[in-house]
Structure formats: C-alpha cells, structure tokens
C-alpha cells in the first residue's frame, strides 16, 4: 500500500492528486485499516512526494494539502464504501468483537468434554490474549490446527506427549498401509520408465492441418472423456458444484448488503486461504446433512511448485473443528526415484479413500432439520 500511493503521487497527473484519491487508493487496497495507521502511511506518502518535485511548484503545494483535507475526505471515502458506490469484493476480516465471541462459543465447547486432552487445550486457550488474534489466526476460527503452538508443545512435554497423540488420533485412522502390490506396480513402472524414447519425433512436426498419427493409431486412444458414462458423470459434477455455489451465493447475501465474493481475495498466504475454505465448506456442508462426527472431513489440497499438501479438517463429538496436514508428497513431474513415485501414488490413494469414505457418510447422515442445531459459520462476518 505505501509503495502503491508514493508511486502514485511521483507519477499522476496534477489534477487528480488530493486527500481523496490517495485515502481510496489506500481503502481499496484494505476497507478495513485503522484510519490512524491509514493517516501515518500517507503522511510518509507526503514527504516522499513532496521530495519528487520542488518547493513551491504546484505539484508540491498539492501534495502538502493533503494532511489537513485527511479527516473530511477519509469521511467522505468511507461513505461511499458503505453505500455501495464503490464495488468491493473483499471480504470483512474478523472485528475483535467476532473474535472473542468465537473464543467464548470455543471455551464452552470444550468445558463440556472433560477428559485430559480438552481440559488442556481449555486451560491454553484461557491464557491465550484474545486481544492479539486476528482473522489470520485459526484459533480465531475455532480451529485446532495440528502445527498451532498450542498442538506443537503438547509434544515438547513428556507429560503432554499422550495428550498429542491422542489429538492426532484421526489423522492415524485415516491412513492406510499402502498394499505391497501396490508397491511393486509403482516399482515396476519406474524400472521401465524411458524419457529417452524420442524416436518418433526424428521427423520434425509443424502444424499444417494434418494428423500426426495414423487413424489406426487415433482409433487406439483410449480416453474416458469420449466414455458416455464418464461425460454423464462430469455433467452431473458440473450442476452440483454449480448448485452448491448458487447456495453459497444466496446465503452469503444478507438484509441491505451486496453479496460478497466466496473467495477470500485479499488473502495473502494460500495456507490461512485453505483451511478457511475448508472451515466454510464444513458449515455448508452441516447446514443440509448431519454426518458422523469425527469421521467426515473436509480434504484441502494445495499445490505448491512440485509439492503436493493434503489436508482435512474433522469436527469431532465435541464440535471442535480440527485441522491437520496428513502429508506433504513431492510431485514426480519428471523421471524420478521410485521412493517418491510410491509416496506420490500412496497419497492420491490415500485421497481416493478419503473421499469414498465421505460419500458413504454423506449418504448415511441424517438431514439437517432443526434450526436450533445449525451453527454460523465462524469464517464469514455475521454482523
């Protein structure tokens, strides 16, 4: 943001350099900063503009207006947000009133429980300032995440170890031993896996409207996008994801307000972004259908360069959403070492299991009838 307003107030036209525009720059970029942390970042903004051009030219005397036209015009800027005039499509971040409500709503929750496990992480969030979480935080969310430093000390301690193994109980339960044939198969791909095999590029191809396989070879190509089943599938797959972004749609749109975009778009780190789609996800899911607890999940998958992150997060009998990381596998994208062929196969594996074994929950859950028993989320602002 302060780079943004000092390069705007070197290089913009003289006419357009007020209060204003630089107050909108900076809400435009963040509707939500403190109007004195927004003042400090463009009363640096004015030294440095006024250092681009010199004293008494009329781009100077511009700049120096600024600082006594900030209060009317932030004002006026703010108004035109809340009315709707200027299109946004960021989210509202948590307000330390919706923090520590969630902090409270978490504390009950894990006061009913009163085994070792839960009366712990009760003590740990009753010392944890409420005042210094924000809605990057996902003890915020109500979410136990599996690398919090609340989770990571339970290992630290000989005394807790116990109380961390029992935390990451779901997470053993959900992976299984990879089948040793499974094993061979991956073994014997790689052991006959050639990048070598450039044969049939000795002739240089170019594009002239012509096939560069025989029909018989054309005819050979198996694939499934050409199956009748498979394109009945993607087409069911379409309408529902569709549906449920319709439902998303509908219910984040609220009495005088303009619906707000799903998406978290001013986020800037894909992992915060991850588990609070995941968190939405688990709300939506449990405003329709009530499956097992502590048994559906929600998986979160993040690519990052050539490394795969699969996550889940579980909401257990005591309504704790918890969130961990069950593996983080390098992508063979290139002829690799068989051990990380395996790895990669064991997770996509892993994954296949995980959403079968959802479905079968969502298909035996109960429907969600009774209002009294549907939860906000705690991801998206209620206010």
């Known amino acids: 943001m302060q780079n943004q307003i000092n390069n705007f107030l070197e290089t913009a036209r003289e006419c357009r350099i007020n209060a204003t525009s630089v107050i909108y720059l900076g809400l435009k970029e963040n509707q939500w900063i403190p109007k004195d942390e927004l003042r400090t970042i463009i009363d640096k903004a004015v030294i440095f503009g006024q250092s681009k051009y010199a004293k008494g030219t009329s781009h100077y005397l511009r700049i120096s207006k600024i600082p006594s036209q900030f209060d ?19 989210e509202q971040p948590f307000g330390s009133k919706q923090i520590q409500n969630n902090i409270e709503k978490l ?7 009163t085994t070792s496990l839960y009366q712990h992480l009760l003590l740990k969030v009753n010392e944890t300032p409420v005042q210094e979480l924000t809605w990057k935080d996902s003890l915020a969310s109500q979410i136990f995440r599996d690398n919090a430093p609340i989770i990571d000390d339970l290992c630290k301690n ?13 997470v053993r339960e959900i ?15 790689v052991s006959s896996f050639s990048d070598h095999n450039y044969s049939r590029f000795s002739s240089k191809f170019i594009h002239n409207k012509t096939w560069k396989e025989s029909e018989k070879e054309i005819l050979l190509v198996n694939n499934p996008a050409l199956n009748s089943k498979t ?7 379409t309408y529902h994801t569709s549906e449920r972004e319709s ?19 001013f986020m800037l780190n894909d992992d915060i972004k991850l588990w609070r789609e995941c968190n939405d996800g688990m709300y939506y899911t449990r405003k329709f259908l009530n499956p097992e607890k502590s048994q559906f999940g929600i998986v979160g998958i993040q ?4 490394t795969l992150h699969l996550n889940v997060l579980i909401r257990d009998t005591t309504n704790i959403h918890k969130y961990y990381n069950i593996e983080m596998v390098k992508i063979p994208v290139q002829k690799s070492d068989k051990t990380i062929v395996i790895k990669f196969v064991e997770n996509l594996l892993f994954l296949r299991n995980i959403l079968i074994t959802n479905l079968s929950l969502l298909y035996h859950g109960s429907v969600c009838i009774s209002e009294r028993q549907k939860e906000g989320s705690t991801t998206i602002d209620s206010e």
Request: aromatic residues 4%; positive net charge; contains cysteine.
């Open 175 to 189: 992976k299984s031993t990879l089948l040793l044939s499974v094993k061979n198969r991956c073994k014997e791909f």
């Open 231 to 237: 394109a009945r599938a993607l087409n069911e797959g």
């Open 303 to 306: 690519i990052a360069g050539d």
């Open 72 to 90: 009317s015009a932030f004002e006026g800027v703010c108004s035109l947000f809340d009315m709707g005039a200027i299109k946004t499509d960021k």
């Open 247 to 265: 439902l998303v749609s509908a219910d984040r749109k609220r009495d005088g307000q303009t619906e707000r975009c799903p998406d978290i778009m």
């Open 107 to 113: 504390k009950r929750k894990l006061g009913k429980n």
């Open 158 to 170: 000989q005394k807790t170890k116990g109380l961390h193994k029992a935390f990451m109980k779901p």
